[in-house]
């Protein structure tokens, strides 16, 4: 019998109606712990050495996991990358002292070939062999020795704990040890939280500087040495809704969370950068006069998208924890119609309001159990189904239409100039099928 769970999310207890008014019945969340099918948080690495430059990351763990690196990032071929798995192989507790070595003599060499790795992360993994291994000491032991111009940190990106996009999270959970304290007196800042492509942190940043909030940090930084000083006059702003523990940890710290629907498509990047404005003092007339150009832009590059796949239903399959936000964004600016919205999590101090402005009717679901799952999108027959690689090869084969989640991880979507690719990524395989047909 499969472990299931129906329970029901909150609504607002009021309604544009006004204080009082009856709230609409609350939607059931479906939730379920069964067989899933999610890459692990190894997975994020691809994403992540791209964006701190002077920062390393060294996988300890098996052959399956050098391999799966390797072929998720497999365009690094050419270039020198900024991962590399230590292999462990199997060994008894007896041998854990030469495991310590081996990691210590990996380390060496590394950091002799690559003298300017100024950030060392050691990601763990799930082989027995790996479990084993203290990491968190071998950090400590590690930074003692090749301090103090190398930090070392670890995370976990074992698939027992984490699905990809936590590998983020856990990362940058861990960068925060090395955030300095900000003193209580500290002049407000601003700090947007998750990992942007460069080209759209500036384009943010332009946004934020047009409005007059000046004092704007981006959190990973691009160098391992520009961590911002988090305290109390901190206010962030996350781009990512599955940052779970690094939110956690920024309030434990005294940072105040800025919780707004998530910066995808026009109106999405339009909520998210009215809840920097509004935090700031900056005024409406100041906050339209920056905004309305690029969210015209967006509107403009969302209408041709918008004619192709109004009243097309979508399903989405969990895998990334964006899908909460992708649906709100699918429903409300491209006018698809969300049949079910699975997400691998559910924080709904994160997304609950996103998840409230979807439609009625729409089951959403956390968790897995991929078989029940299939049969529920095949009864559904959407016209487009968003899914993890493994699930989509079979799914085309019975003549449904997939998009890759994790494309939607990899490629620029944040934002208003990028509104237009991010609609283009649901509108490609439909218009592809089309052709197909012909
Ligand atoms: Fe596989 Fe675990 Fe390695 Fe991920 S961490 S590649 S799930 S062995």
Redesign the pocket.
Known sequence: MTPLDISFRERPRTNEAGAGAVAPAPAPVLRQRGQREVF?G?TSIVWLHRKIQDAFFLVV??R??AH?IQSAAGVMVFAEPRFATAIMEERDLAGMADANDELDRVVDELLARRPNIKMLFLVG???SEVIKLDLSRAAQRLSRRHGPGLSVLNYS???IETTFTQGEDACLASLLEQAPAAPASAAEQLVVVGVLPDIVEDQFRRLFTAMGIKDVAFFPPRRAGEIPAIGPGMRFLLTQPFLTETSQRLEDMGAKPLRAPFPFGSQGTTDWLRAAATAFGVSDATFEAVVQPAQARAERALAPHRRALEGKSIFFFPDSQLEPSLARFAYEELGMRPIEVGTPYLNRDLVGAEIDRLPTGVTVSEGQDVDLQLDRCRAARPDLTVCGLGLANPLEAEGLTTKWSIELVFSPIHGFDQAGDLANLFARPLARRAKLRL
């Open positions: 692990c190894l763990g098996s399956t996991c799966l993994s799930c082989p990106g074992s698939g």
